[in-house]
């Protein structure tokens, strides 16, 4: 028999999961260990809440979650309840598919001033992540959006929306109630290179066409020439001609969601709180890259949020990459009997569905590794370690009476109003 731990239960962590029990048959017992009380990591809180469809994945991974081979284990903390060495002495392989839940830093000067967060922060506030639930970002003035990929259209996006956008979604009421009373007249989202260069795909920045109450500026200025347009693929095509639409038919609403396209932010300024965003003009040099070119404005904003990337924070004692911002591997190996799958492996890049080759590639390495497995305790051996150490494990059926609760508790419209404290999450599971 072998014992696989799987340390975090997002997509790369079941997409594992799944590869290993494919892999291994009958054979193979996989415990899926996660801080928080709830599953499914960035289906839960990173995905937009108005992007429901997406969310719809999860189910896939419950499919997996309820075989007799596959067990969520929650609210169990790695380095307190449980150290490293102590689980790869209980199993025969530790895959960590932590993710990358940690901001990258946004390192200019006034980055620290109160009204600046980082997209991970932001969007775990709005989709109701127990560490970012207390945010109280400020929607009282111009936002300024630092990046040119889908999250920064998400956050966008979400400030823009009147409250009858949301229906539908799983934003969380106290997202809702702080947006209801926001008054953002403009949003600028800021990017370093120009239209050819954006990480953002078709749908997403249709989107912003399709507000009630906001509309899409482009300064036809900054496009390349159309003939310019055959040199990208074709859903970068695709994004640009959204970007032209904006520019030819601009708009009247109320709320402008302008796109800064060659600007750079230098420095962030204000009294104790942000007020103003200083940005460089850039030009692209012969190899694609920005460099500022001397010209500086000011925007105003009270409130940054920073979308330039997230980073996997580290685990004492496990080789990093600290210039990537993941674990230091090779093809998913870290170390004997250590791994890491998803953007622990790889950084934050591609979609969800780019973890399933990832986790199916690492249940191979696996396989050659471990071979028929070395007879060590596994999960009974994790249970007399929790316990010894009061740990509250929740389970999988633990999980679905905390999703019937929060479905019971939906808003009209909502699939389901979320629990956004740990003790409220324990407190839903029916003794």
């Given at each position: 028999m072998r014992h696989i731990a799987i340390i975090g239960s997002g997509p790369a962590g079941y997409y594992t999961a799944e590869a290993c029990q494919k892999q291994f048959g009958d054979e193979v017992r996989i415990d899926i260990i996660d801080r928080l009380p709830v599953p499914f990591g960035l289906i839960r809180t990173g995905v937009a809440p108005d992007h429901q469809s997406i969310k719809g994945v999860s189910r896939r991974y419950e499919t997996t979650a309820l075989t007799d081979n596959v067990r969520f284990v929650g609210n169990v903390t790695l380095g307190k309840d449980a150290s490293i060495e102590e689980l790869l002495g209980l199993y025969d392989a530790v895959v960590l598919a932590t993710g990358a839940p940690n901001d990258r830093p946004l390192e200019i000067p006034g980055a620290d001033l109160p009204g600046v967060t980082g997209s991970a922060a932001f969007v775990g506030w709005?989709?109701?992540?127990?560490?970012?639930?207390?945010?109280?970002?400020?929607?009282?003035?111009?936002?300024?959006?630092?990046?040119?990929?889908?999250?920064?259209?998400?956050?966008?996006?979400?400030?823009?929306?009147?409250?009858?956008?949301?229906?539908?979604?799983?934003?969380?009421?106290?997202?809702?109630?702080?947006?209801?009373?926001?008054?953002?007249?403009?949003?600028?989202?800021?990017?370093?290179?120009?239209?050819?260069?954006?990480?953002?795909?078709?749908?997403?920045?249709?989107?912003?066409?399709?507000?009630?109450?906001?509309?899409?500026?482009?300064?036809?200025?900054?496009l390349p020439s159309v003939d310019d347009d055959a040199t990208l693929d074709p859903g970068q095509r695709k994004s640009v001609t959204h970007l032209r639409n904006f520019a030819a038919n601009p708009g009247d609403k109320p709320i402008r969601i302008v796109f800064d396209f060659f600007a750079m932010p230098v420095r962030i300024e204000g009294d104790g709180k942000v007020e103003r965003v200083v940005v460089e003009r850039t030009a692209l040099g012969p190899d694609g890259s920005a460099h500022g070119t001397g010209e500086t404005y000011a925007i105003p904003a009270s409130l940054v949020v920073s979308c330039i990337g997230y980073r996997t924070p580290p685990i004492p004692g496990i080789p990093y990459d600290d210039k990537a911002g993941r674990f230091a591997n090779e093809e998913g190996r870290i170390m004997p009997g250590l791994y890491a799958v998803g953007w622990a492996r790889r950084g934050p890049t591609g979609t969800i569905g780019t973890n399933r080759p990832d986790g199916f590639a690492i249940a191979e390495k696996i396989a050659e590794d471990i071979g028929a497995g070395s007879g060590k305790a596994g999960r009974p051996g994790l249970d007399t370690l929790l316990a010894s150490r009061g740990v509250e494990v929740v389970t999988f059926r633990d999980w679905q009476q905390i999703d019937t609760a929060e479905i019971a508790a939906a808003r009209a419209g909502s699939p389901r109003e979320k629990f956004v404290h740990v003790d409220a999450m324990l407190g839903a599971r029916i003794p």
């Open positions: 709005y989709n109701g992540h127990p560490d970012h639930a207390a945010l109280a970002p400020a929607l009282t003035g111009g936002a300024v959006v630092i990046g040119n990929g889908n999250v920064a259209l998400d956050v966008a996006r979400v400030l823009a929306k009147t409250e009858a956008e949301f229906q539908g979604s799983d934003i969380v009421n106290h997202a809702l109630d702080a947006l209801r009373g926001a008054t953002v007249p403009a949003i600028t989202i800021l990017g370093r290179r120009g239209p050819h260069q954006i990480a953002m795909t078709p749908k997403e920045l249709g989107e912003l066409g399709e507000l009630e109450r906001a509309t899409p500026v482009v300064d036809a200025a900054d």
